[in-house]
């Protein structure tokens, strides 16, 4: 069945580059969908940040799109999510999933990313 | 955008039937028929259990269903089980973005 696993640093000091990527398993990225990331803030709500075609067009929450890069890499299989000035607020989990679209079918188990000196 | 709007909690006994709002606007839940739920159980991540507004995904129990009048999208869970008691979200597509909910968090009595 279709997987999808986060993976990448879990501690990020302030004003540097958080970057994650999600490798998926059992779809081949390149046959279509969207693929997209969303976060959740300790003890808060889900917030999306973007999702990326599988050809490479991208859809970005118009509060974080100054700061966000979303890319995918067909050859591994994987997406990539770059945000970068990050502040203590963008600590949360990180979830992949796919987009189907406009709703989100498959999700990633999240990776808790904490932002601290 | 913002936010949609959900109730912060709603409660039920095993059995009874409750019903989950999700408020948003007419560039959002009301211009498009993208609305999703989602339950989160503590430490898990997010499942999908109605997309288009009222679909039920594979595997998902006919006990939980969706409909939308106007800018209010709902999900309804009847037949409440213990299981059932989780955190859920509504979700719509806004015309590029997605918006999600804030959340409403059921308990089961």
């Known amino acids: 069945q279709v997987q999808l696993q986060e993976a990448g640093p879990g501690l990020v000091k302030p004003s540097e580059t958080l970057s994650l990527t999600c490798t998926v398993s059992g779809y081949s990225i390149s046959s279509g969908y969207y693929w997209g990331w969303i976060r959740q803030p300790p003890g808060k709500g889900l917030e999306w940040i973007g999702s990326i075609y599988h050809s490479g067009g991208t859809e970005y929450n118009p509060s974080l799109k100054s700061r966000v890069t979303i890319s995918v890499d067909t050859s591994k299989n994987q997406f990539s999510l770059k945000l970068s000035s990050v502040t203590a607020a963008d600590t949360a989990v990180y979830y992949c999933?796919?987009?189907?679209?406009?709703?989100?079918?498959?999700w990633g188990r999240g990776t808790l990313v904490t932002v601290s000196s | 955008q913002s936010a949609l709007t959900q109730p912060r909690s709603v409660s039920g006994s095993p059995g009874q039937s409750v019903t989950i709002s999700c408020t948003g606007t007419?560039?959002?839940?009301?211009?498009?028929?993208?609305v999703s739920w989602y339950q989160q159980h503590p430490g898990k991540a997010p499942k999908l259990m109605i997309y288009d507004v009222s679909k039920r995904p594979s595997g998902v129990p006919d006990r939980f269903s969706g409909s939308k009048s106007g800018n209010t999208a709902s999900l309804t869970i009847s037949g409440l089980q213990a299981d059932d008691e989780a955190d859920y979200y509504c979700?719509?597509?806004?015309?590029?973005?997605?918006?999600f909910g804030g959340g409403t968090k059921l308990t089961v009595l």
């Open positions: 999933a796919r987009d189907d679209p406009w709703y989100f079918d498959l």
């Open positions: 979700c719509s597509y806004a015309g590029s973005p997605r918006v």
């Open positions: 007419s560039s959002d839940v009301g211009g498009y028929n993208y």
